[in-house]
């Protein structure tokens, strides 16, 4: 995660977080693969006792594989998901939009039923800058903040549900982007843990959780950020610092030598 | 005589370890109740008996740790078996100390949760049939006059009658119709049955019953018993 081009300075205190950062990243990822691993275990074995009993219960058996089948799934989806954290690396990258991002995210989770209820508005900034980055990876990131902006108001009055995604200028020379929900929120013994690497939602299905999400993000330069509202619900943030001028001019190449 | 059906409550913040062993529990014609998180299963409606809890030590809001703790406060009988992702041997010893009857590491073999299961089940049985024990017991002390409790107390620590005659202020002839009353009462059919009932009432890992006055407290039957000291 922390693969960087061979051009680039690493001080000892980076070397040393990154070590720490992928101990506790495998640790998560193992612990994330072994709940669905623990449910097909658990639903095969359920099969075959079902099968073994007299007379079988094919009914109940069929209802197990099934429920295998879908931790198998989960399972994969959670590898799939890591293929593609890991796949690209920061010099390979490219400009990323994030508005265009954000459209595109929302436009694909339109199709999960479970959250469609819940209305997006997009406060978009014009001629936001580019930044330089993974867009897969970012593209996980707004959608994981994006499910848990939308289950956290799902238990919320119709009438008030609301998920606003922002982008802007931040200060200096960074761009933000900015999830937020009008949901239950946030105390801080939650924030705290919810970037916990074994911290999971409530919710069934699942998508990179929080820890991961931080972890692209800082992989990024950037920072993620989650602050309870002044009025109801939780706002998830992330900054990232602008593409460099000599990245956009000469786009997707790497920085080019001399300027014009 | 029939027992009731065992309920196994399962917390445990992941959905696809709830629902697989809800499956599995159902399968075994068991009642199952699961919960995604501390708070929910510490909001349930009430307690099915007999009963155990599987559950993970890491929960979202509380860990299992400290529910394990704060179900033994509460002196539940239904006993705790840990499924866990994530174990190490200090964890592992704590809980164990604490009362666990299993520490089980994801994935874990159907059979052997099964086995453990069944030995919280019947530990839960155990458990509810002395409480209920104690409760008749209590309820039965907290029928006697003040007057046969106090007599009870010395009877019971060893004093002859007329010793306690002595020690009350009354006749001794008046000690023994308060010792058979007392006797009667707690349905002792010996001396050494109503020692043995002195002994457990107590106990001090018993749960408190009322009773018509403040003596019903184990402790007064402590206490009093160490006033006659030599």
């Known amino acids: 995660m922390t693969v960087r081009g061979l051009d680039e300075q690493k001080s000892p205190q980076e070397l040393q977080w990154a070590a720490s950062r992928f101990d506790v990243l495998a640790a998560s990822i193992a612990h994330e693969v072994n709940q669905p691993l623990t449910g097909i275990v658990t639903n095969a074995g359920t099969c075959l006792r079902m099968l073994d009993a007299d007379p079988p219960d094919a009914a109940g058996a069929r209802e197990a594989a099934r429920r295998a089948l879908r931790d198998g799934r989960r399972a994969a989806e959670v590898i799939g998901c890591l293929r593609a954290l890991f796949a690209e690396e920061p010099p390979a990258a490219e400009l990323v939009d994030l508005n265009d991002a954000a459209r595109e995210v929302v436009a694909a989770s339109r199709g999960e039923p479970a959250r469609s209820c819940v209305p997006v508005q997009m406060e978009l900034e014009d001629d936001l800058p580019p930044v330089a980055g993974s867009r897969v990876q970012l593209e996980q990131v707004i959608l994981n903040l994006l499910r848990n902006a939308r289950d956290a108001t799902a238990g919320v009055a119709p009438g008030s549900r609301r998920v606003v995604v922002r982008t802007a200028c931040g200060g200096g020379d960074g761009v933000t982007l900015s999830v937020e929900d009008a949901g239950a929120g946030l105390d801080a013994e939650i924030l705290d843990r919810l970037f916990r690497p074994w911290f999971t939602t409530k919710r069934a299905g699942m998508g990179i959780g929080l820890f991961v999400s931080r972890a692209i993000i800082e992989n990024h330069r950037g920072s993620l950020h989650a602050r309870q509202n002044d009025g109801p619900g939780a706002t998830f943030s992330f900054s990232l610092p602008r593409a460099p001028r000599s990245r956009i001019q000469s786009g997707r190449h790497g920085p080019s030598a001399h300027p014009g | ?230």
């Not at chain 2, 809890?53 to 406060?73: E, I, K, T």
């Open chain 2, 1 to 230: 005589m029939t027992q009731a059906t065992p309920t196994v409550y399962v917390v445990d913040d992941d959905v696809s370890v709830r629902e697989a062993l809800q499956l599995l529990f159902l399968s075994m014609g068991w009642r199952s109740h699961t919960f995604d998180c501390a708070a929910a299963f510490l909001a349930r409606p009430r307690d099915a008996r007999p009963a155990c809890l599987v559950l993970d030590v890491r929960l979202p809001d509380l860990g299992g740790l400290d529910l394990q703790r704060r179900l033994a406060a509460e002196q539940l009988a239904m006993p705790v078996i840990f499924i866990t992702g994530f174990g190490d041997v200090p964890m592992t010893v704590r809980a164990m100390k604490a009362g666990a009857v299993e520490f089980l590491i994801k994935p874990v073999h159907n059979e052997t949760l099964l086995d453990a299961v069944r030995q919280a089940i019947a530990r839960s049985i155990d458990a509810h049939r002395d409480q209920d024990n104690m409760r008749a017991l209590q309820e039965r002390y907290a029928s006697l006059s003040p007057r046969e409790r106090e007599v009870m107390t010395l009877v019971t620590s060893g004093l002859l009658n007329k010793e306690v005659a002595g020690e009350l202020g009354i006749s001794e002839i008046t000690v023994k119709i308060h010792r058979a009353g007392a006797k009667r009462k707690m349905g002792a059919a010996s001396l050494p049955d109503l020692v043995r009932m002195a002994a457990r009432l107590r106990s001090t890992s018993a749960p408190k019953a009322r009773g018509p006055d403040n003596d019903w407290r184990v402790g007064a039957l402590a206490r009093s018993h160490q006033r006659e000291a030599p």
